[in-house]
């Protein structure tokens, strides 16, 4: 169980958010790559994405964990589906529907993931989360425009609705067991061998243009290797169903950039449909955050006063430092320690954050437990030699 304070979710949705507005805003150096080879330019990306995370985590002093038997299927899983799967689909589903009617569909997968993520983990959905997607999908609706289709690419938008969900549905047990970082780092690896595997067997191999290389570095970069990371930090946080409504975002800031780079022109409805995302966004996280600290209340993890509420500004700059060094600790080589002084306790109170985990290696647990032990083996002898006090 991760246990945390609102600064530190607050930083989880603000490093998710900035990795769906990346995923966004990239689709129009995505369509750079039009003319190259799609399962070697995919291989690559990925590979390249893969071997800059097994870098960083080097860099950082950390060895990232070896994936068990059990890992497998969902790893393999999300660089089939949630990657290569994904990419693949909407591609071909463009050639029989035009791009609003497939954003419009892909776009209905917050509602999905506020509905299936906590199903699956055996709990109701959150009417509040729920509410929020169902705002997020109604604005990209509208921001999306809809447009025309044929069976097959209805078919195949579904499917890449689906492979979008999966991205994130079939990482909560491995990011839980691995850490964010080494589930990236494998699911990269593995899709990128299967990409260049295929591309070796299927597509004329030529070195990308200079153009192609520069949108290639770009989108293995900041697309896949920081926004996936952030992603997988957000999941593990704040849960599938409140970080999937981020996936809002990507419309958002893919209109954005269109709008400025001068290749659509904003409209009444795409304005209103942007404001409805954000207010659907907005709710659903507040509220979930409202929800998990209430829910944290009456199982005795605060020991104090009730956490106050901070500003965003604080909360973000706080966060945002946190995040980076989050990012290069691998999970299962942390322990959880929660501290139960009163006076911590009051303090993290008084500050905002409430009563969070301190992750500490396995030797500092072992530690503190020999010193607890010690110190209740001295009380019990200063009781023994001093009846009165």
Known sequence: MIITGVRYERAAIAGAAVAAAAVGAAVPVNGLLRDYPMWTGQGFRYALAGVLLLGWARVRGRSLPVPRVRDLPALAGLAVSGMLGFSLLQIHA????????????????????????????????????????????AGIAALSGGGAWRGAGLALSVGSLLCEASFTLLAVGVVARLGGLAVSMWCCLIAGGIGLAAGAATEPLRPPGAVELAALLVVA??????????????LAVLGADRVGVLIGLMPVSG????????????TSASVAGTAVVAVGCGSACAA???????????????TGSRARP???????????????LLLAEPAQELGVVVR????????AGRAGGGVRTERLPEQHRDRDE????????????????????
């Open 340 to 347: 139960r002084d009163r006076g911590t306790a009051a303090a």
């Open 288 to 302: 979930g955050a409202r929800q998990a600290a209430a829910a944290r209340e009456p199982f005795g993890l605060f």
């Open 310 to 324: 901070v500003t965003a500004g604080s909360a973000l700059l706080a966060g945002v430092a946190r995040l980076a």
């Open 370 to 389: 020999t010193d607890r032990r010690q110190h209740v083996d001295h009380l019990g002898a200063t009781s023994t030699r001093h009846p009165r006090d």
């Open 94 to 137: 463009q050639r029989y529907a035009d791009p609003g009617f497939v954003a419009a569909v892909v776009g209905a997968s917050p509602l999905l993931l506020g509905l299936a993520a906590p199903l699956l983990s055996r709990r109701r959905p959150s009417p509040p989360v729920v509410a929020g997607a169902a705002l997020v999908v």
């Open 255 to 266: 209109f954005a950039v269109a709008v400025v780079l001068g290749t659509q022109q904003p």
């Open 221 to 234: 970069v900041v697309v896949t290797a920081v926004a996936f990371c952030l992603w997988y930090h957000g």
